[in-house]
Every structure is written in structure tokens, then in C-alpha cells.
């Protein structure tokens, strides 16, 4: 167990639809990054906060969106659901730095 | 360009070989560099990390970094049938503080 705690683990969910993943960093963590994993692109950052403020973003659609609570642990927001969205989506904890520490992921399944 | 390639392999080699796993760069800004593994369903694993130039070593495992030619190495020595998994190199210019940037993985199968 690396800490940082995903849920769901598995999500299938029709076209258009929106869904909430939900990261619980490790204790103490004040970063949570988002990232997304498919086979032809692999790991995409998509979005970073810092103890509840958005310090970064990258390729994140406008579809998505993300916030981190108080209590620290981050949700993003999918929504408009398109075929290509499925994926892996990995929530990660880093304090401090090097590296990251990943959760074992959501995998998203649109049809 | 990509700023990090990685061959994507896949990469089969007998039990007891020795591996090597690559990546290049183009963002001269990079000075932290790591290797992470993941096994099938599961999230990545930070593996090593290295700043700047050099070798490091860790048990059968031996990153190195040779940022004149912006190329970066994972040495595995005695490769176990347990090694089997994706290996991502990644790599940042703030120690990971902001956002990593990865290779797309090489698939590794150590067969016994």
C-alpha cells in the first residue's frame, strides 16, 4: 500500500455521462498531481494542487476539472464523457520532493 | 520532438541477463531524473532517482546520466522473473515540485 488511496478502482460509464474520482494523499502530503495513462499517449500530467490551491496545469481538457479540499484529498471531475476518455487515471502525493508517490489508479471505461 | 523518448520495447530477456532500459531528452532545464516501475494494474513505483550527471546504484539496479548527450540509463544485473513489469523514465527540473514528465514505458519480461 503506497499511501495514496484512488476510488473507485474500476468505473464503466456511458458516453456523456460525468464521473468523480476521489484521491486521498498520503498523511502529511500537501501536493496532489493527476495524471492520465492510455496506451498511445502514456502518462499525461493533468493537473497539480498545493495544500488546496491549483499550482499547475497541463494538457487537461475543459471537460475536466479538479479541486483539493481542506482535509487535503483532491477530486477531478469528468464530464461529457467521450469514447477516448477511457483511461487510467492516477492520482499522486509528493512532500517533499523527488518523485511522486502513485495510487494504484481508477480505470475509466466509456461505452 | 517529445522532450523524453522511450523505445517502448517490449523487451524479453532469459532470467539472469543483464538489462538495459533508455531515454533521451530534450529540455536542457532537466536536472532530476528517476526511473519508476509498474507491474500490470497498478500504479507506478518510484524506483531510483538521480540529480544532475552520474551514476547511482541500488542493489542490482545502476542509473546513470549523461546530461552532454541527454541520455539517461537503467542497468538491472541479474534480471529475475519478478523485474517483469514497465519501466518509465521521468524527469524534471525542480525535483519533482511540479509536474513530471514521462517516457512512455518499456515492457519488460524476464522469462525463467
Known amino acids: 500500500d503506497s499511501g495514496v488511496t484512488q476510488t473507485p478502482k474500476h468505473l464503466i460509464t456511458a458516453t456523456g455521462q460525468r464521473v468523480t474520482l476521489r484521491c486521498s494523499p498520503r498523511s502529511g502530503d500537501l501536493s496532489v498531481y493527476w495524471y492520465q495513462q492510455s496506451l498511445d499517449q502514456g502518462l499525461q500530467f493533468l493537473i497539480q494542487y498545493y495544500n488546496g490551491e491549483e499550482r499547475a496545469k497541463g494538457n487537461i481538457l475543459e471537460r475536466f476539472s479538479a479541486q483539493q479540499f481542506p482535509d487535503l484529498h483532491s477530486e477531478l471531475n469528468l464530464s461529457s464523457l467521450e469514447l477516448g476518455d477511457s483511461a487510467l487515471y492516477f492520482c499522486?502525493?509528493?512532500?517533499?520532493?523527488?518523485?511522486?508517490?502513485f495510487g494504484s489508479g481508477t480505470r475509466l471505461t466509456v461505452v | 520532438q517529445k522532450e523524453v523518448e522511450q523505445d517502448p520495447g517490449p523487451l524479453s530477456v532469459p532470467e539472469g541477463a543483464i538489462v538495459s532500459l533508455n531515454c533521451t531528452y530534450s529540455n536542457s532545464a532537466f536536472q532530476y531524473f528517476m526511473w519508476y516501475r509498474q507491474y500490470s494494474r497498478k500504479g507506478p513505483e518510484l524506483l531510483m532517482y538521480?540529480?544532475?550527471?552520474g551514476n547511482k546504484e541500488d542493489g542490482r539496479f545502476t542509473a546513470q546520466v549523461d546530461k552532454s548527450s541527454k541520455y539517461i540509463s537503467l542497468f538491472i544485473r541479474d534480471s529475475q522473473p519478478s523485474d517483469s513489469a514497465t519501466y518509465l523514465c521521468a524527469m524534471d527540473s525542480q525535483g519533482g515540485s511540479e509536474k513530471l514528465v514521462f517516457g512512455k514505458g518499456t515492457k519488460l519480461t524476464v522469462n525463467p
Open positions: 499522486a502525493s509528493s512532500d517533499p520532493p523527488p518523485g511522486y508517490t
Open positions: 538521480t540529480y544532475s550527471s
